[in-house]
């Protein structure tokens, strides 16, 4: 069996508010965004959750997608780039070289191909990733919490759901307090299979950044400890984001 799917991202200003989605069918589709970025990264980042979302199943993946600079970065590109220490034949740095590393690392050992779609033509697949992908940069933009939609819940050949996100409301007003959002998830059906924390890329607190603060007065000096996992997406949020742990921290504020 082969899985399907939809890969696209978009950008309102290209860099701006941007957004990401993957789309198998309407239970199985998932959606993120920054509040700033590039209609690439977004696409790059729509195939990189993919790849994670479907890492629990042997099945072998097929990936849609309307940006030829992804597959061929993907698929052409990318081992010269590391024989070169990611750096292009003339020398140059690798575009978007954390989610390219990522991607890189995600596609090991996977059975994937890719196919180009031409985009905004009908095809049903690529229509419900953009249209995911665009609504997710409009709530970046409007300063709103985006659909991430249920993850990817397919039954495996043992008859296992895996799932690589936990399902999100249709709609998520932005100043919903997060420990609500928490504490309601273990209301969920208690049949339902456990999910693996979702790849968020940018959070609800990411909104944040697209607001003009004013500088504080003096540097203050702020020490604090990290589980690993916290660590984890930290660094992962930092890298999507292409800015250190530091930076990463400082958007928070």
């Known amino acids: ?48 959750e993919l790849l994670r979302a479907t890492a629990g199943t042997d099945e072998s993946l097929l990936i849609l997608c309307d940006s030829k600079y992804v ?5 052409k590109w990318m081992p010269g780039w590391k024989r070169r220490g990611w750096r292009k034949a ?15 690392e995600a596609m090991s050992g996977r059975d994937v191909r890719f196919e180009w779609v031409k ?6 697949l690529n229509e419900a990733a953009d249209e995911r992908a665009n609504a997710a940069a409009k709530a970046y933009q409007q300063m709103q919490e985006p659909r991430r939609g249920p993850g990817f819940t397919m039954a495996t050949g043992a008859g296992a ?9 249709a709609s ?24 693996v924390a979702p790849q968020l890329w940018a959070e609800a607190s990411d909104l944040l950044e697209a607001l003009d603060l004013a500088p504080v007065a003096q540097a203050i000096d702020l020490r604090l400890h990290l589980s690993a996992d916290e660590h984890a997406r930290l660094r992962d949020r930092a890298d999507a984001q292409g800015v250190s742990l530091e930076e990463a921290l400082r958007r928070l504020i």
């Open 172 to 195: 998520a007003p932005s100043h919903e307090d997060p420990a609500l959002r928490e504490a309601a998830a273990p209301r969920a059906s208690a049949a339902a299979a456990p999910a």
């Open 71 to 75: 597959i061929d970065s993907i698929t």
């Open 1 to 48: 069996m082969t899985i399907t799917a939809a890969a696209d991202g978009s950008a309102l200003g290209n860099p701006g508010p941007n957004g990401w989605a993957w789309y198998i069918d309407d239970a199985n589709w998932a959606a993120g965004g920054s509040p700033h970025g590039t209609n690439n990264q977004g696409e790059l980042q729509a195939v990189l």
């Open 119 to 124: 985009g905004h033509a009908g095809h049903d």
């Open 90 to 104: 003339d020398g140059g740095a690798v575009l978007n070289q954390e989610l390219m590393k990522a991607l890189d």
């Open 161 to 169: 759901a895996v799932a690589a996100s936990a399902p999100v409301a």
